[in-house]
């Protein structure tokens, strides 16, 4: 390799430049930490180091008083001490060799790296970034691993900053997670081949084909479910299957009222049918998940267990209860149909196939802190509206509001802006509350949307970009495979990136 920029058979004039001075003076020793052309020359050794260069065909000819030179800047070199020029799209920032050298497996960190961008005309670094996103990179390295985005960068140009320069997973997600993002959950799969077929078949249904078909049933069998639950409180069917079989006596003759058994009901017959096919479901995916606790702390698999549980209650009760009394009978009804209405908690099951409950649930878990505020401040309001309608009211004969309770109902109505009808004020300060009511009402409600609406908006996007992601994958498959198969042509892998182009476009 040449280097043309020093000559070194001349040492007689190297040696009257200022700049390879063996005087090793307090003068100048006042000049350390100043790029200087011994440090300039330890670049270019790792420059030639980098080509696979013989370095000791060039160095040799150097005089032993600049070696030593040489050598004492080595060592405050060793000790972190010299100082590195990073010139950023023309903005220069200074920084010493230790405070890079804490990451060493960064970008700035690792010598054999930044050499690439080395500028051995001006001894310095130089990249074409974003300079003010340097600011940021820079107090990574000075204050020992915390991520700052600087105000006036843009989140998406700085997380581009935070690749380029290879800070690591950990850096990007703690700055994903200081700028306000949700960290995808881990997917969990079981290690066993056999089992995590059987879970990726019931869990997942964009897996395969088989998935989605299991999913297709399910999602059957859980309207099939939530429309015998509705229909069976008809009244003429609701009148049947509340009757009991009744024996009486009259004129000392007793007299028998056959009632249909329960098991030969055609509602419990689809109900049993139903049941056995989300008890199968539950099942497999306990037999097969990756992890038994976590399988527990799912609220969909409590749903699930939840919406079994009124079915297998209800069994009992019919099983036993012939050999009860009528009064107890009686109660057994009463409680009987408090179970029952648990199993209205099955609609819930639909989002586990649903995308846009998903996203619902996520919105909802997001905003717990906003719907907080909004329930506290509605608690509020209740009791102030209401303390103040009694008192505007309590001289007023027929007035509907004889304590304060009672307000709370008509403080609730008024605020959410419902208005039933069925309390109202007549007097002119009671009007006057019911108007300040209702306004503060909106207010109330208004304020904490726009931070759930957000939310929304973010976990609708998310999900809408990953399934944009998941599209062209999907194509790519299918056109190289026919490839292989002999089926297709290279030619159609560039019209199907066309077309996912032109639709991306569209839809923006």
């Known amino acids: 390799m040449e280097v043309a920029l020093v000559s070194f058979d001349n040492t007689d004039e190297v040696m009257e430049e200022r700049c390879f001075s063996n005087d090793l003076s307090a003068a100048g020793q006042s ?141 990007m ?75 009486y006596e009259a004129n000392n003759l007793t007299r028998a009222v056959v009632v249909p058994n329960t098991f030969t009901d055609p509602f419990f017959v689809i109900e049993t049918a139903c049941i056995i096919w989300f008890s199968f479901e539950l099942f497999v995916r306990f037999i097969v998940c990756p992890s038994k606790a976590e399988f527990f702390k799912n609220i969909m698999n409590i749903i699930d267990i939840v919406s079994i549980i009124p079915y297998f209650v209800t069994l009992t009760t019919e099983l036993i209860q012939h050999n009860e009394l009528n009064g107890q009978q009686n109660m057994s009804l009463a409680i009987l149909r408090i179970i029952r209405l648990v199993r209205v908690f099955r609609i819930f099951k639909l989002s586990r196939h649903s995308k846009g409950l998903q996203i619902l649930g996520q919105t909802l878990k997001a905003s717990m802190r906003e719907l907080g505020l909004l329930i506290f401040f509605l608690f509020i309001g209740v009791i102030l509206f209401s303390s103040a309608i009694y008192f505007a009211e309590v001289d007023e004969p027929q007035s509907h509001f004889s304590s304060i309770p009672d307000g709370f109902w008509w403080a609730v109505v008024t605020m959410t ?54 599209i062209l994958p999907r194509e790519v498959e299918r056109i190289l495979t026919s490839v292989v198969t002999g089926n297709g042509s290279m030619d159609s892998l560039s019209n199907t990136n066309e077309n996912y182009s032109r639709d991306k476009t569209k839809k923006y």
């Open 31 to 171: 000049r350390k930490g100043r790029p200087s052309c011994a440090s300039l020359l330890s670049n270019w050794r790792i420059l030639i180091n980098s080509e696979n260069s013989n370095t000791e065909t060039i160095f040799s000819k150097l005089p032993a008083e600049f070696s030593d030179h040489l050598g004492a800047e080595n060592v405050g070199m060793d000790e972190g001490d010299q100082r590195v020029i990073i010139n950023i799209a023309g903005l220069k920032f200074e920084t010493q060799l230790k405070t890079l050298s804490q990451f060493p497996e960064t970008l700035l960190g690792d010598p054999e790296k930044r050499i690439h961008y080395f500028d051995s005309m001006r001894n310095e670094y130089f990249f074409d970034r974003n300079r003010p996103s340097f600011d940021g990179i820079l107090y990574y390295y000075q204050s020992g691993g915390k991520i700052r985005r600087p105000a006036n960068v843009p989140i998406d140009v700085f997380a581009d900053e935070i690749n380029f320069y290879e800070l690591g997973e950990e850096a």
């Open 173 to 247: 997600d703690q700055f994903r997670e200081d700028e306000g993002f949700i960290k995808d959950p881990i997917t969990l799969l079981p290690t066993n081949d056999f089992h995590k077929q059987f879970w990726l078949l019931f869990e997942y249904p964009e897996s395969s084909s088989a998935a989605r078909g299991v999913a297709l049933v399910s999602v059957l069998v859980i309207v099939i479910s939530i429309i015998i639950f509705c229909i069976e409180t008809l009244p003429e069917f609701r009148d049947e299957r509340e009757m009991k079989d009744i024996t």
């Open 417 to 470: 802006t419902v208005g039933y009808g069925d309390m109202c004020p007549t007097t002119l300060g009671g009007k006057i509350v019911g108007t300040l009511c209702a306004i503060a009402g909106v207010l109330t409600i208004a304020l904490p949307v726009p931070v759930i609406v957000s939310n929304f908006n973010y976990f609708y996007h998310r999900e809408t970009e990953n399934e944009e992601r998941q």
